[in-house]
DNA sequence: GGGGAGAGATGCCGC
DNA sequence: GCGGCATTTCTCCCC
């Protein structure tokens, strides 16, 4: 396949998309270093100048250059090289190809952002609004509170007036998350010169070893599963997609 | 532009991968649930059953199902429904599709997996043979010595026999890496029964944040950065790619 | 298959 | 810009 590379070249100039197969090896530099050997892959330019290459499987692309990044497609001695760079972040690709299977120049218009709900700041949503799920008792007082040392999902007292400090985990609880649980209750404890303040972990589940980390500090488990909300985005489907 | 849908689903059955350029809206119920509304993107279905739909923007994919999901090109109505399920995920995708800019079948081979130097492992090896980078009287005992709490990425002694962690970090080192050390050397005190261990961070900086909670804890920062193999891999670009 | 941790993580939000 | 942190994280490795 034949390549007109004063085209290619200003396309990726004028905000058009790329979609490019084809048969190569590529050489990284930049954060970290790698070589791949040749293959079949496909590679995508965007019009914000991000690249990415994909291998025929696998959901992450196994080289790619972020936006902001110049793209430029020459031809060497008959060997065509897509060289690419950001000079700011000193990042720099380079793709050889061997063999074209197939080029699209695209034209594409896109100013929707996703709508996603079932997120960790949805469980802290719904545990402010239903405190019973982590006990009869938990009064809440703020979600995402931001302190120096990270920032606190759902933050609350209790009957006795003793502190709580709740941690969500859309996903089972691990040892990550145990650590991040004390140290926010290590340093509410320092800030308000308290000795007992309660850390409740909010997961669907927990690890075996996250458990018992968390029961060394003293601290609880409440199985909360993040909120779903079908019916309403099933709604909300029908009357922006016309189903 | 019109589509052969017993040929384009014959072909995600036999292992091809196909791009497709369109402008769609995504609905997504799975692990969380989204909604994206019209606009054009990028499809790609990879032979491995990944399919990734891309905006043309960003890095990431706006929407994905996982390998091991099964697709479907179907007509309903006059509209065209690219439908994906992964059952045992529970995963679920519906692509609404008003008009298919581009459409290619691709039968792509690529056995070859990516080298890749400069990573938190190399810093680890760096250390391990260079250990006056931690300390003039460093001395290893092993890398990545896995325990049942996580492993740890140098262990050592110094000249009065104290036990080292050290914990090596590519990038800036934040909270969560002062987080981890603490669990370790937390535990190997209580393993060995030891009130004395020392706690060593290895990065090329550490936050603000970072550092005063490291003090507090009486652990140690050293400026490392991550090791660069650019000469090795010239030397093994020549070789493979015949540069 | 679950657990633990890195990633050339990316993306988002807040200061 | 940095900092802190979630992510439909993904991927790898080890048990």
Known sequence: MEVDLPAFNSA??????VILSCNC???YSGRAESFLAGGDRIIIIKSDSTLLIHQPHGSTPVNYMKEGSSHTLLKDASKLILSSSNLQQKEYLRINISKIHSLQVLDLADSQKIQLTGSEKDMADMIYNNPALIGSDFKPLSREEHTRYGFIDVFGYDKSNTLVVVECKRYTADLKAVDQL?????KIRQLKGLQKVRG???APKISPNALQLLHDHGFEFRSVSPPKYLEKFDRQQQKLDGF
């Open 25 to 27: 090896s590529v050489y």
């Open 200 to 202: 409740i972990i909010a």
């Open 12 to 17: 990726l100039s004028s905000g058009k998309s």
């Open 182 to 186: 004390q140290r926010y209750v290590k």
